[in-house]
């Protein structure tokens, strides 16, 4: 993976597919009514769930599809807007208003947003890693490292 001894930078399609894909499979989350579109994590593989967060300025509520892991009853994603430069809306948005909404295969969950740090984020990272080598590849086509963001049950949320 390496060439003159450096570390190959992998490469990602052009920004509007990344785009067109996101729709897509959104789209096909409408169309289906939640039918289609969401999947458990495995052993090898991250699953996707929902996300609906409040807006930073607008207070509306805004929905994005993301990839996601489990660790004990939290749930953990990558803040890395398809690998491109700058914070994804749905990250600023849950900077801002910590509470939200996940949608999952098996139901609802409201949960707080926060970003992992220390040893939390290095063990969160290495376990991302182990369903996908490639992501510190990926991680450095971003000018500022990718947060890992934890999605813990609301206290206030009944079961």
Do not use: C
């Given at each position: 993976?390496?060439?003159?001894?450096?570390?190959?930078?992998?490469?990602?399609?052009?920004?509007?597919?990344?785009?067109?894909?996101?729709?897509?499979h959104?789209?096909?989350?409408?169309?289906?009514?939640?039918?289609?579109?969401?999947?458990?994590?495995?052993?090898?593989?991250?699953?996707?769930?929902?996300?609906?967060?409040?807006?930073?300025?607008?207070?509306?509520?805004?929905?994005?599809?993301?990839?996601?892991?489990?660790?004990?009853?939290?749930?953990?994603?990558?803040?890395?807007?398809?690998?491109?430069?700058?914070e994804?809306?749905?990250?600023?948005?849950?900077?801002?208003h910590?509470?939200?909404?996940?949608?999952?295969?098996?139901?609802?969950?409201?949960?707080?947003?926060?970003?992992?740090?220390?040893?939390?984020?290095?063990?969160?990272?290495?376990?991302?890693?182990?369903?996908?080598?490639?992501?510190?590849?990926?991680?450095?086509?971003?000018?500022?490292?990718?947060?890992?963001?934890?999605?813990?049950?609301?206290?206030?949320?009944?079961?």
């Open positions: 993976m390496s060439v003159n001894g450096e570390a190959k930078v992998p490469k990602l399609p052009p920004r509007w597919f990344i785009r067109l894909a996101w729709r897509v959104r789209g096909l989350y409408r169309v289906f009514r939640g039918r289609v579109g969401l999947w458990q994590p495995r052993t090898d593989r991250w699953g996707t769930l929902r996300l609906t967060t409040t807006g930073r300025r607008s207070g509306e509520q805004r929905s994005v599809i993301v990839a996601y892991l489990e660790d004990g009853p939290n749930l953990f994603t990558l803040a890395m807007n398809g690998w491109g430069e700058g994804p809306a749905w990250w600023l948005n849950l900077q801002t910590p509470d939200a909404t996940v949608d999952l295969v098996d139901g609802r969950r409201l949960v707080r947003g926060h970003a992992a740090a220390g040893d939390e984020r290095v063990r969160l990272w290495a376990r991302w890693r182990e369903i996908d080598p490639k992501i510190d590849a990926f991680a450095t086509l971003r000018p500022s490292e990718t947060a890992v963001v934890v999605l813990e049950p609301r206290p206030d949320a009944v079961s």
